[in-house]
């Protein structure tokens, strides 16, 4: 009997990425002999063709920000990577060129970040592209970064630049003038997951997590975990020179980037003395961050100041799926 | 600021299923210290409204079967199964009452089981309903079935009844009459993971998969795996009353039964001379076996006999996505 579609599909395009344990992708389930001495810490995310990428994505980037998003979920929990699982269902008729590119994107992402494919299944749908990836990692015990912790008087930190992923969408969508450097766009299609920076807050931050969804209704998230209330200061907003640019262009836009989602950058507290572990930190993990708040007694609830002083109400921009 | 959407619905209807390890569904990640002295296995499938159930399968099948053909996979590797993770993608404006029937679905086998879940992700999609688990469980080192291993010589064991689950599609498709007391449709959409047998089997079958794709399509992988052929015994098929009664009416159903899927029962080779060492493990284990065949020396081909002795051409029905 030849061996049917799907089977040569994955022995072409999924076999090159599996790793120890993956008994080459031609067993009923892999094998992994867990890391002496450390616990595991798992996350699942999925992505829809059309809802969380554009159809018109390269299949490279597609691959590489599935794999992103997930490891994201990692850092925020201070874990080193360890492998992942992934189901793909596409559409039949999806070119072989295009799964190809998208292996490849996985491919040279799994290397620069040390996982590989332990496992999982290629589907066949009606619909758009569903993909879907379970990521493995690792944190010494006791150790993993959590969104429970703040205090009232914690400092509230941020790695990185906000409101790129946002307005990069905004410019793939023909919303906005694209800028000369096409870092929007590039920083939407590829978020950059704070692995190092992560690792290196273990013990120095008092919570954490990663802002996907809008760092406003993310930075929600943490005052209720942590029952204390938050005071985002939008003038202390990290920007890259061409959020900045855009934000010059249009003021209205500072508050919609407190909003809009795909930042994956790291979200966290720290005790207010605690500036210069944090600043160490960040800087032996080579990426920087910012203080742009504080954390309030409760009730749990965000208040936003505005470049005046005054408080301002966010557009409510932040993702929902339903 | 409220809960968006998919925070309230995974309040209702997901957080119940959560376990040790889950951090109440409220955090980046889960974290899961692994069973001690033991290797993880880990697999992953996804199903498709449409292509992997029916549109108007009951919710709580949808859920139970995404469950178990999961459970299916470690019950093949002989496995015991310990936590799951998984991605829902639903169309919005799925109604609640679905999404609840779903969850209880996955509640009660998860209880059946000894699993639950450990983290996920719940996303809209404008297609049909898309549904991907990531299983975890726990083998002894070293003591894991594989495809690898049979030998030629070796008896060819299924466990169970073969075809109930390609009868139960037909019968819900219209294509052959319901038997009466719904058994075909019932095996369909809830399959059996063999896990006990599974288990029980460590240390006595050579090499083993469970049958999803069709029986005569899977003893190829395990003939490749091996590096030997196989003789497949069509009068030897273990058949349910049901299965039998369709066969007796159209004895032309009997070659496809070894074609169609969906059966998740456990196809093991085990030495010539170990037939009471399986007889034993499948009374431990309160599951059926039958011999249907045995290895032969390469190439890695299944030559199927019919009920006359004679070689059979199947017809070439076992699934494949592309």
Request: charged share 20%.
């Amino acid at each position: 009997m030849g061996l049917p579609g799907e089977f040569g599909l994955i022995a072409r395009h999924f076999r090159a990425l599996a790793g120890e344990g993956a008994l080459d992708l031609s067993d009923d389930a892999a094998i992994l002999a867990p890391p002496p001495g450390r616990n595991l810490v798992l996350a699942a995310d999925a992505v829809v063709e059309g809802v969380h990428y554009l159809p018109d994505d390269p299949p490279e980037t597609v691959g590489r920000k599935l794999l992103r998003v997930n490891l994201s979920d990692l850092a925020a929990m201070g874990a080193d990577p360890l492998a992942y699982l992934m189901t793909v269902a596409l559409p039949r008729g999806t070119p072989d060129a295009w799964i190809a590119a998208f292996a490849a994107g996985l491919a040279e992402d799994g290397r620069a970040f040390g996982v590989h494919v332990l496992g999982g299944d290629t589907v066949s749908t009606p619909g758009p592209a569903c993909l879907s990836l379970t990521i493995l990692g690792t944190v010494p015990p006791g150790a993993a970064l959590r969104r429970t912790g703040a205090r009232a008087g914690d400092a509230l930190w941020v790695s990185g630049t906000i409101g790129d992923g946002a307005l990069g969408l905004a410019v793939l969508q023909g919303r906005l003038p694209p800028d000369a450097e096409g870092h929007l766009a590039r920083r939407y299609r590829l978020p950059e997951p704070r692995l190092a920076l992560g690792a290196a807050l273990r013990g120095v931050a008092r919570a954490a997590m990663d802002v996907s969804d809008g760092l406003a209704q993310d930075l929600g998230h943490l005052c209720r975990a942590g029952g204390v209330g938050a005071t985002l200061d939008l003038a202390a907003l990290p920007l890259s020179p061409a959020a900045a640019a855009a934000a010059a262009r249009d003021p209205a836009l500072l508050p919609r980037l407190a909003a809009g989602g795909d930042d994956y950058e790291l979200l966290f507290a720290a005790a207010p003395g605690d500036a210069g572990r944090v600043r160490r930190a960040a800087r032996a993990a080579g990426t920087p961050v910012t203080r742009i708040g504080h954390f309030t007694p409760g009730p749990p609830e965000v208040t936003v100041t505005g470049p005046e002083g005054g408080a301002v109400n966010l557009p409510r921009e932040g993702w929902s799926h339903f």
